[in-house]
Every structure is written in structure tokens, then in C-alpha cells.
């Protein structure tokens, strides 16, 4: 659907290469096997758009920096306390809690050197949304609503799937209606995947998952899951599958691709 090795290439060129235990971890934390999501999405916005790859690879890189830094700092003892992630040791548990954090801190950093300026705010803006919803997700451990759940999600995870979409969008020449229809789109996504991922967790074993099954209601979280019951979950992820997908209208057969990724947020869990 995407070139992920394009999109490693361009993590490549940008990562530190010297052998500092510092670069270490970040080289070892960005190509710890994900699935360049993020990335790859912003490359199908562009190219439905007809803008051009190497405009978009430095945007895409600086995001899948971000996401693999909230990701390290997800993991450690203080958040969720996680040893595993993609089937391998998580950072901390590779390098330890001090080169983790700072890991983490570096990447962050060195997105916002390489994203091009004229996005730089909206990363900025999408990286805010995330970190307060971090900071819900762990004020509302006991039992979150429904609405309150959302709430964290649409912040936490689909915030950075919609500046993808948007940042991809802008950097395209998109049109405002578009870089509006596509962010919605991305919202809508985000908060698919997100439900689908609480699905995994709670259906899954470690191995198909590359991380502990059940980390979520070993912390107390709660999930789509537990709050609604599995198939109720699985209904409403496919309600916001259908909406992303009714956000594409505009733009025609040419988000064929686009709809195919939205799908497969889903068709996880199937």
C-alpha cells in the first residue's frame, strides 16, 4: 500500500549514526519492527493529492519520531510499565529508565529540527493533545465514562493520526476543504485503531500482539472492551471506520488507498 522502506531510509538519514549508548537507543527504538503507520498515511494523502514524496518524507519521518518517543515514554515504569513491545525488550529494559527518557527526549527533539517549519505548529499543537491525554489516562485509571474514554483517546491517539493526515495534506497544496475533510478522516481513524487495539489486548496472547495480552486490565485501565462488551466494541470501532471513510467522499475513486487503510484499521479484529 506504501513504501515502508522508503519511509526507513528517510528515518535513516536523519537518526544519529555514531555509537553513543544515546544513538543506540534511538536507532533501536524507531526500528524496533512498527509498522510505519503514521508515515504511510501521510505518503497515500499525498499521493491522492498529487503532491510529491520527497516534499512529505521529512514531515513523515519527524512523526514517526514523535510517536516512537510518546512510545518510550509510554513504556516506562512510571507510566505503564510495559518490558515488551513489538516482540523485543522495550527501551528501559534495553538501555535502562535514564537512556530511555533520554532517548525519548532526543527524538523529540531532533522531529521538530527536521519537520518543515511551515508545519512545525500544527505538530507541535497535535504532540500537546497527546501528552494531555496521557496525562487523563492516568488521573482516570479507576473507571473512566464512556464520553471520558473518547475524550482520552481522541487525544492520546488519534490526534497524531489526524495531524498526519493534516500535516500531509498542507505540505500537498491541498485545498482548506480537503485539509479539513482529511483531518476528520484521520480522526476517525485514530479512534478505530485505537478501539481495535483495546479489542487486541483483550482477545489476543502475547505473542500476536508483541507485548504482554491483557496490559491494559493489568493496570486498571479500562477499554472499549470492558466498558461495552466485546462486540458492542467491535460495532463501534466499524461505526468510526464508516465515518473516516464517509470523510474520502469528496475526493472520489482517487481514496481508494485511503479507504483500504481505514479498513484494515479494523479488519484487525476480525
Do not use: W
Not at 26 to 44: D, I
Not at 88 to 94: A, E, F, I, N
Not at 229 to 252: D, P, Q
Request: aromatic share 6%; hydrophobic share 45%.
Amino acid at each position: 500500500m506504501f513504501d515502508s522502506k522508503m519511509i526507513d531510509r528517510e528515518l535513516k538519514k536523519h537518526l544519529p549514526k555514531d555509537n553513543l549508548i544515546l544513538s543506540r537507543a534511538m536507532r533501536y527504538s524507531v526500528f524496533a519492527g512498527g509498522k510505519r503507520f503514521r508515515p504511510g498515511l501521510m505518503l497515500l494523502v499525498a499521493k491522492m493529492l498529487n503532491g510529491k514524496a520527497k516534499d512529505i518524507l521529512p514531515a513523515a519521518a519527524a512523526v514517526e519520531m514523535i510517536h516512537t518517543f510518546t512510545l518510550i515514554h509510554d513504556d516506562l515504569p512510571c507510566m505503564d510499565n510495559s518490558d515488551l513491545r513489538r516482540g523485543v525488550l522495550t527501551c528501559h529494559k534495553k538501555f535502562g529508565e535514564d537512556i530511555a527518557l533520554l532517548a525519548g527526549d532526543a527524538l523529540n527533539t531532533l522531529a521538530f529540527k527536521i519537520c518543515p517549519p511551515q508545519v512545525v505548529a500544527e505538530l507541535a499543537e497535535a504532540l500537546l493533545d497527546v501528552v494531555k491525554g496521557q496525562v487523563l489516562d492516568l488521573g482516570y485509571i479507576s473507571s473512566p465514562s464512556l464520553s471520558q474514554l473518547k475524550r482520552i483517546h481522541l487525544l492520546k491517539t488519534a490526534a497524531l493520526i489526524k495531524v498526519s493526515a493534516k500535516i500531509a495534506a498542507i505540505l500537498s497544496g491541498a485545498k482548506p476543504k480537503e485539509v479539513l475533510a482529511l483531518s476528520c478522516y484521520g480522526e476517525e481513524m485514530g479512534l478505530a485503531f485505537q478501539i481495535a487495539d483495546d479489542i487486541l489486548d483483550f482477545v489476543s496472547d502475547a505473542k500476536t500482539l508483541g507485548k504482554p495480552a491483557g496490559a491494559d486490565s493489568s493496570n486498571n485501565k479500562s477499554t472499549y472492551p470492558l466498558i461495552l462488551g466485546l462486540e458492542e466494541a467491535k460495532r463501534l470501532a466499524g461505526r468510526h471506520m464508516r465515518k473516516a471513510l464517509s470523510e474520502l467522499e469528496v475526493f472520489g475513486k482517487k481514496a481508494l488507498q485511503l479507504a483500504e487503510l481505514a479498513e484494515y484499521s479494523v479488519r484487525r479484529i476480525k
